[in-house]
């Protein structure tokens, strides 16, 4: 028999997005990566699941049936294996939840995730009123914690009811029940990072986050990725990961170019380190610091840039830096303008960005400009 699909409206769920959160916004990204979530749950997850479920092809999951309410969280951390069984393969959905710190009913984020997934997977295969004719997939909730608060090793379902324990036992056969898939990070020591080195550089920078030690520990972090080849998606890590150390270690630039230079050498190092300085500065565009007609600058200077015009370069560069100041600290110094409007190295001024859109104080900038 067929049906129509449902017409479903999620609740909203945008308060658990954490997008302003540092620690989520470098989670997602990074665990967004089929091949470090796979690495993740082979390495840092309990072993059985590796021996059962095929993690050589993590495939991302469709997730645009969630609807606009979902689409935030739900984007990038669902994927799809298949289990190592008779039946050809039975689909395993995992769905993947980053925490820095406990969250008590997560069980309820994830098991909400998974069950509107296989609902609609269910619907997709036209109500299937035989067992014979539909395999549905198996849900696999899985929570990745980095935070330095202890967290219950154990995480059940039914225990987000623990005040009303006594009165569940009666009836607890009849309450759904799961256990989440824990990853804690804060189980795993320094040096003994099992894994792929991209993967080993993505758990040490998620501790470090949480210790204090990331500003003064970036080369230990970005040395797991030396001998990579430099394609674009170990670039696009190493920018990610400093990036991240800025926003919660508070890495300086001379920090961030040193830990580059230690590990790449020479021409390599400096193409990494100015490749990395362009990313952070975009971090200025994504807060709001540079707007408007800065936007346009920066275009211009990206076509100077092709064309080999060093000058035009250069004073796109120092009109990117006028605007993050000002939308900053309001008013800029004549002196300030006049030394940016006279430099020609745009090298040295993508440092000066950088600087820019890291600093609190004015006086800060300046001592960086000297």
Known sequence: ??????????????????????HDRFGRKTIGDPKIAADLLEHYADSVIAEIVNLDHLEAAKTNFFGQ?????????????RMRDEHGGTEVLFTLEHKSRPAPFVPIQLGAYALVA?????????YPESKENYQPRVPLMVLIY????????????????????????KIKVYVPQFKILLINLKRFKYGELPGKPETQAVVESMKRAFDGTFADELGSVLGHLEGLSLNERIRILVEDI???????????????DQAIR????????????????????????ELG????????????????????????EARGGARIIMAILKKKFKRVPKHVRETLNNMADSTALESLAIHAAMCDVLDDFENALK
């Open 289 to 312: 610091f540079v707007k408007g007609e800065a936007r346009g600058e920066a275009r211009d200077e990206a076509r100077g840039e092709a064309r080999g015009e060093a000058r035009g």
């Open 146 to 169: 980095c935070g330095n608060e202890d967290i219950d090793e154990e995480i059940y379902y039914q225990d987000i009811f623990e005040k009303i324990r006594e009165k569940l036992e």
């Open 118 to 126: 296989q609902f609609f997977d269910f619907a997709q295969a036209g």
């Open 69 to 81: 309410e979902f689409k935030e969280l739900i984007l990038d951390v669902s994927f799809l294996a």
């Open 262 to 285: 230690n590990i790449w050498k020479g021409q390599r190092g400096l193409i990494m380190t100015q490749t990395v300085q362009k990313g952070i500065l975009q971090q200025g565009f």
């Open 242 to 256: 400093v990036r991240y150390s800025a926003w919660v270690g508070g890495t300086t630039t001379e920090q961030i």
């Open 1 to 22: 028999m067929s049906r129509n699909k449902p017409k479903i409206r999620i609740p909203s769920v945008n308060q658990l997005s954490g997008v302003g959160n540092p």
